[in-house]
């Protein structure tokens, strides 16, 4: 049997019993594409679908850096097209630097599509399965988002310890595809190109927003210093940040353009509009310029 039609099964059996779907695979397996299938089809059924991205790397939904939930309204044909509802803010783009909140992110952009009412959640992950890292992450997505589906993209036997934790269980019911034919490898010059991509589109619609420091809550997993003031000011140019508002909810992610201790004031480049509104910046771990160039 080819791989369409595998899939097209696939999706058959989630639309019959729709629910949490994790998508896994190395990368360029094509999970975006079946992510993108999935969608497609719960809709189809007139199922309410969410889509979870948590590719911080090659994002569809949100910025690089995020993991993005988004409910498309109608048949898409890229995971592109689907627009951010709401954002996890990690900060960088892999999920090595921070795995904690890699997984915490995701988890709380499923669960909160759940709780919204979505019957269909596709959840896109980065292509990291092997090894240590990509073994405990996957188990510890499992863990926390509790997917009643988990399709697997196989190559070869790169997905086998992560198969043999789930080996006996009930639930997640676990469908094991072949990888798209049609898939085109990326090389790592053309993944960033194309994160470079997404981040200038993010930052299209940007403008400068002065924040007051002093006021604000700092969320801070890399620097060594939680003092802030003993860290100098040239050090937050071209920081990546998440935007909270005042129950920690990501508003948006933008970059620091520059922080004045003098005269109180953090300017980010954003397309978050409204000062008032943000309580709180969670510091990221990567620079990214006004131009959405990866810097330093
Ligand atoms: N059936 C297909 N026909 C044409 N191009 C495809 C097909 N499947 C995947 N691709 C392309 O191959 C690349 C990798 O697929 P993608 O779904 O993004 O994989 P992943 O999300 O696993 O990295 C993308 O550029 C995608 O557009
Ligand atoms: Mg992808």
Redesign the pocket.
Known sequence: MN??REWSRACARVVAAPGVAL?V????????????WLVNACLQAGHRVAVVDA?VG?SDVGPPGTVGLGYPAGPID??DQVQAAAMAFVGATSPARHPARHVVATASMVWQARREGAAAVVV?TT?TVSGRLGQMLKELKIAATCPEWVLV?ERGDELAPILRGLRGRAEPKVLRLP????????SREERRANRERLLARYLEAASPLDLPLTGLGLVNSFWESDLYEEVPESEWQHLWVGLAGARGEVLAAGTVLEAHYGEDRLRILTPWKEGAAVKGIILGDMRVTPEGREAG
């Open positions: 791989w369409a998508l695979g190395a990368p360029d397996t094509g999970k975006s594409t079946l992510a993108t590719d090659q890229r995971l896109d292509g993209l990888p798209s034919g049609g898939a085109r490898e990326r």
